[in-house]
């Protein structure tokens, strides 16, 4: 193949820029994923807290049932 022919140069540069834009979609594709992780993450966290807070009230309210009915 001639590496003269501006035809090869302007593929050339062509398959250049659908590289650059196919790793600019991956990357935008891995930072995506990365923070769907990071949210998925703290909502458990926030899950979490509650569902303890949930039981510790559960406690509260058993214990306050209990005295109530011990008279």
Do not use: C
Request: aromatic share 10%.
């Amino acid at each position: 193949m001639p590496i003269f022919d501006a035809r090869t140069w302007s593929a050339h540069r062509a398959a250049k820029v659908q590289r650059e834009m196919a790793v600019t979609q991956y990357e935008k594709t891995i930072q995506s994923a990365f923070r769907e992780v990071a949210d998925a993450l703290a909502v458990r966290g926030t899950v979490d807290l509650q569902v303890s807070a949930q039981q510790s009230l559960v406690r509260a309210y058993a214990e306050t049932y209990r005295l109530a009915n011990s008279f």
